[in-house]
């Protein structure tokens, strides 16, 4: 699994480490660090909590979403 | 290329912001004319083949309404700029209160109100709620920020009147902050007068209500480097904003829970003044009202009338 932190972004909050089901992340040096990507199960969960929103998986789509609003749909494409 | 500013329900801070451009603003116009802007100019309605028009301000009563519709026929691009036209902003506070208690208090209990105390009746009328500008015309960009920063107007004006694109993060004001959250012990809510954070650490961290981590970037984490917390001013992060079951309450608690190890229901008994701490740029925008998590239905209720 490639998870990429952003670590200018991230914050050092370690929400992610502590919500990960896999305990996929540490935190080292006030960022986070994926150090068992492998054992990612790509719940993303760690993206619902990250308050800095510093954390991508790359290839990683939720299977089942809400549904969503087309108003909202609209807008978010529009937001600059 | 012709460029208009219309002025609806808001506080002209959005047309100053513009203005804050200083020198640049000579590139501007050497690049399009300011055809019409109520606050810089003296044209009293815009003409019918403006390029792009940037609306500022929510609906709150007739007239804007009427202003909304015919910037929007005047212009091939319409812009909402600021978080009262993106989401209803400051002035969406005002459905905390029923129109009859507005025009009582302002034409009559304020310091400032004349001794006759006649409420006029040739002042437009209220609608019965405010708006967002996107809640009833078609808008082509937003532009979020109360007002949005004189930093990021740099960048995106002239991109816009030359018509390139940029790439601009579009994170939470969290992703630009400084802080680290460092440990976090015996947690309990602080009200924004109470102590001087230090300048370190996480203000949510250290019991300060930052909206940071709910809210669209774009400052610069302009307050919490200035020791302030996050008040929300550049409405929703584009997470909350997307997702139906989040918003700005519930990953509020959320994640100051996961973060003090308190319980949701705890932590929820701490807050106060909801409407103004959480929704205070909000409250007037249908899309973030519509949500499932929503709590400005309960607290427009609970206030009005
Ligand atoms: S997606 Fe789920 S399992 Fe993977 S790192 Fe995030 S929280 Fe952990
Ligand atoms: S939740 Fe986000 S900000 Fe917090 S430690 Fe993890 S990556 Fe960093
Ligand atoms: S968004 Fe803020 S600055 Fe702009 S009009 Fe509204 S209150 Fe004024
Ligand atoms: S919650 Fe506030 S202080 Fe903490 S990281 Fe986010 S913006 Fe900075
Ligand atoms: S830190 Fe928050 S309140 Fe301050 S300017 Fe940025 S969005 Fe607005």
């Known amino acids: 699994m490639d998870i990429r932190v952003d670590k200018d972004a991230c914050v050092g909050c370690g929400l992610c480490v502590k919500d990960c089901p896999m305990h996929v992340y540490e935190l080292q040096d006030n960022v986070s660090v994926p150090v068992r990507p492998n054992d990612c199960m790509g719940c993303l969960s760690c993206h619902e909590i990250c308050p800095a929103q510093a954390l991508e998986h790359r290839g990683i789509y939720p299977a089942r979403r809400h549904y969503i609003d087309i108003k909202v749909c609209e807008m978010l494409r529009k937001v600059i | ?305």
């Open chain 2, 1 to 305: 290329m012709k460029i208009a500013i219309e002025e609806l329900a808001g506080c002209s801070g959005c047309t100053i912001a513009v203005l804050d451009l200083h020198e640049m603003l000579l590139d501007v116009i050497e690049a399009a004319d300011i055809v019409y802007s109520p606050v810089i100019m003296d044209v009293k309605e815009p003409p019918g083949d403006i390029d792009i028009a940037f609306v500022t301000g929510a609906v709150r009563n007739e007239e804007n309404h009427e202003r909304l519709k015919k910037i929007r026929r005047c212009s091939k691009t319409l812009v909402a700029l600021g978080t009262c036209a993106c989401y209803g902003g400051i002035s969406g506070l005002s459905m905390l209160s029923s129109n009859e208690d507005l025009f009582r208090y302002i034409y009559q209990e304020v310091e400032t109100a004349k001794p006759d105390g006649v409420i006029p009746t040739d002042v437009p009328p209220f609608l019965y709620r405010a708006f967002a500008v996107g809640d009833l015309a078609k808008i082509d960009y937003y532009i979020t920020g109360c007002p949005p920063k004189e930093a990021f107007l740099r960048e995106i004006i002239p991109a816009m009147i030359a018509g390139d694109t940029l790439e601009l993060s579009r994170k939470s004001v969290c992703s630009e902050c400084d802080r680290f959250m460092g440990p976090v012990e015996n947690w309990s809510l602080k009200h924004r007068h109470e102590g001087v954070p230090d300048r370190e650490h996480c203000l949510l961290g250290q019991g300060y209500l930052c909206l940071g981590s709910v809210t669209f970037g774009r400052c610069g984490a302009a307050c919490p480097k200035n020791n302030i917390p996050c008040h929300g001013c550049n409405g929703p992060s584009l997470d909350i904003l997307r997702e139906p079951c989040r918003d700005i309450y519930n990953m509020m608690v959320r994640r100051i829970s996961d973060l003090t190890d308190k319980p949701a229901k705890e932590v929820e008994k701490e807050l106060y003044d909801v409407a103004h701490t959480m929704y205070a740029f909000t409250i007037g925008s249908l899309i973030m009202e519509d949500k499932e998590t929503s709590k400005i239905r309960d607290l427009v209720k609970e206030r009005g009338r």
